[in-house]
T-cell receptor, first 114, second 116 residues
């Protein structure tokens, strides 16, 4: 059964710092991996999607990498800003039972201070 | 493009009462998902629909939860009777048809349920 782990659970950094969030998964048989952002009391906003055949994706100050064979992904945030403060969730799309479910980690809560 | 719509945004009920949530997916998205997110956890899939048919409901507590997707568009999720442990955010997501490796799920704002 697929399990997703995110480390660290919480992270506090000063504005301007570059940072890395980590995600690991136990079963490499995935279709893709998505990184989401969740603000308090809000739904999930998709940040990046990496297909299983890809190694990385970039969007603005965000870069996500995928090493499927080792079951790892990282989300790199460059030049962090207070507006980046949120919970970041990693999820893998995998075949579970009869459907295709996103299996989520518990998230990393990021706080960027000005 | 309009996003996934959900209502209500918040609901407070007493245990053993019933409650229903509504979701309207992005137009043209054939697949619809309901997830449950307990505080401090990642979302967990409850049920997946493909058009108006159920693909996976293996994690839906069927003794109290039910869901339907009439006409393959809107969906409702019902809890009857509610328990304290049902307090969570209920998220609806949808995804367009196509190859699974490109499958991107788009989430609504969620309904926060508090059971007292």
């Amino acid at each position: 059964k697929q399990e997703v782990t995110q480390i660290p659970a919480a992270l506090s950094v000063p504005e301007g710092e570059n940072l890395v969030l980590n995600c690991s998964f136990t079963d490499s048989a995935i279709y893709n991996l998505q990184w989401f952002r969740q603000d308090p009391g809000k739904g999930l906003t998709s940040l990046l999607l990496i297909q299983s055949s890809q190694r990385e994706q970039t969007s603005g100050r965000l870069n996500a990498s995928l090493d499927k064979s080792s079951g790892r992904s990282t989300l790199y945030i460059a030049a962090s800003q207070p507006g980046d403060s949120a919970t970041y969730l990693c999820a893998v799309l995998t075949l579970e039972q009869a459907g295709t479910a996103l299996i989520f980690g518990k998230g990393t809560t990021l706080s960027v201070s000005s | 493009e309009a996003g996934v719509a959900q209502s209500p945004r918040y609901k407070i009920i007493e245990k053993r009462q019933s409650v229903a949530f509504w979701c309207n997916p992005i137009s043209g998205h054939a697949t619809l998902y309901w997830y449950q997110q307990i505080l401090g956890q990642g979302p967990k899939l409850l049920i997946q629909f493909q058009n108006n048919g159920v693909v996976d409901d293996s994690q839906l507590p069927k003794d109290r939860f039910s869901a339907e997707r009439l006409k393959g568009v809107d969906s409702t999720l019902k809890i009857q009777p509610a328990k304290l442990e049902d307090s969570a955010v209920y998220l609806c997501a949808s995804s367009p048809p196509g190859e699974l490796s490109y499958n991107e799920q788009f989430f609504g704002p969620g309904t926060r349920l508090t059971v007292l």
